[in-house]
């Protein structure tokens, strides 16, 4: 399984700013891919992706099916604004561990994204609870990075992972095996991989 994407947030004080990068045949970050850039409020509503700062081509974008609708679709469009996958948040299961899946076009569920630590993801949820050293624990699992894995939902077979690799910036690096990113859209990983960021409030 090697690299294939990596998203990095740049921190400011009103918008969401995420480079997507791909990386060469050693894994290492290379030529920039995609930039997007939103006010924070308007994010879970639609986001753009350029192909530069400048903001002049549409790469892709994603939007939300249902903008009031929190257990909703989000969208991914080609600039003509045609459908070319769909991605989801298991609300239900998300209560104890996040779940996301990504879909085909016609909305068929076909990778089944979710934290690859349960017993850290139970801490982060339910750990503030704890009387007297709730706030303590709080604060030691923000130190934690997230990862998540990606399974074939036919196979179960884990075909990516999802790693925060920097401790204190929202740096990822998203890996793949070949023949499973073969048969997906990048645009569509890499929505799903600026979504595991952003529309979690990480």
């Given at each position: 399984?090697?690299?294939?994407?990596?998203?990095?947030?740049?921190?400011?004080?009103?918008?969401?700013?995420?480079?997507?990068?791909?990386?060469?045949?050693?894994?290492?970050?290379?030529?920039?891919?995609?930039?997007?850039?939103?006010?924070?409020?308007?994010?879970?509503?639609?986001?753009?992706?350029?192909?530069?700062?400048?903001?002049?081509?549409?790469?892709?974008?994603?939007?939300?099916?249902?903008?009031?609708?929190?257990?909703?679709?989000?969208?991914?469009?080609?600039?003509?604004?045609?459908?070319?996958?769909?991605?989801?948040?298991?609300?239900?299961?998300?209560?104890?561990?996040?779940?996301?899946n990504i879909l085909d076009?016609?909305?068929?569920?076909?990778?089944?994204?979710?934290?690859?630590?349960?017993?850290?993801?139970?801490?982060?949820?339910?750990?503030?609870?704890?009387?007297?050293?709730?706030?303590i624990i709080e604060i030691?699992?923000?130190?934690?990075?997230?990862?998540?894995?990606?399974?074939?939902?036919?196979?179960?077979?884990?075909?990516?992972?999802?790693?925060?690799?920097?401790?204190?910036?929202?740096?990822y690096c998203f890996s793949?095996?070949?023949?499973?990113?073969?048969?997906?859209?990048?645009?569509?990983?890499?929505?799903?991989?600026?979504?595991?960021?952003?529309?979690?409030?990480?």
């Open positions: 399984m090697h690299s294939k994407l990596i998203i990095e947030q740049k921190l400011t004080a009103f918008t969401n700013k995420y480079d997507v990068y791909a990386t060469n045949d050693a894994g290492v970050k290379s030529q920039l891919q995609a930039f997007a850039q939103q006010k924070r409020l308007t994010f879970r509503e639609k986001v753009t992706f350029y192909s530069n700062e400048d903001k002049a081509q549409i790469v892709f974008s994603f939007r939300a099916e249902k903008t009031l609708d929190v257990h909703g679709r989000y969208i991914v469009e080609d600039p003509a604004g045609n459908v070319i996958g769909m991605f989801k948040k298991e609300f239900a299961k998300s209560l104890l561990n996040s779940t996301w076009a016609k909305g068929e569920p076909k990778i089944r994204i979710s934290e690859s630590n349960q017993a850290l993801a139970l801490l982060r949820r339910f750990g503030g609870m704890i009387p007297i050293i709730g706030e030691i699992t923000t130190f934690f990075r997230y990862h998540f894995v990606f399974r074939n939902i036919s196979t179960d077979q884990i075909v990516g992972t999802y790693q925060k690799i920097t401790l204190f910036r929202d740096h793949m095996a070949d023949e499973a990113y073969d048969q997906e859209d990048w645009r569509v990983l890499a929505s799903v991989a600026v979504a595991l960021d952003a529309l979690q409030s990480r």
